[in-house]
């Protein structure tokens, strides 16, 4: 049996180190973005709705196309899917959603809940960040 080398225990510490800074660099964008928030519904590659989400707004609606349906809910400044008529369900499975960037698909019925934010930058123009 081998002994484990320093050099082997240094590697794997950088390793595991490096493998956090994606993970450490969205949470600071997510953390530090300061705007309105908006899902996007998309069927198809086509945007079919936007929503602002806002606290207080809780609503609930069906989207509905040649692909399926998909029952959607908006609930404490979160989207989710609760119901659709997909075999595998995985978009009821992902829970609800709420920060800038985070995704829902639902790939059989070609439907696709983005989250983006918008904010005002120093000049005053409006800023779309994905």
Do not use: W
Not at 18 to 47: C, H, R, T, W
């Amino acid at each position: 049996m081998k002994l484990i080398k320093k050099m082997d225990i240094v590697i794997i510490v950088v390793l595991l180190i490096v493998s956090f800074i994606p993970y450490i660099m969205l949470k600071n964008y997510q953390s530090n973005y300061k705007g309105i928030n908006y899902a996007v519904i998309s069927i198809d590659g086509k945007e079919t709705k936007r929503v602002e989400l806002t606290k207080g707004l809780d609503e609930e609606f069906t989207i509905k196309s040649s692909y399926g349906f998909n029952r959607v809910v908006i609930h404490d400044m979160k989207i989710g899917i609760v119901d659709a008529d997909c075999k595998d369900e995985i978009c009821v499975n992902e829970g609800f959603i709420g920060a800038v960037g985070e995704r829902i698909v639902c790939l059989p019925n070609r439907l696709i809940i983005e989250i983006v934010g918008e904010q005002k930058s120093s000049e005053g123009e409006d800023v779309i960040s994905r």
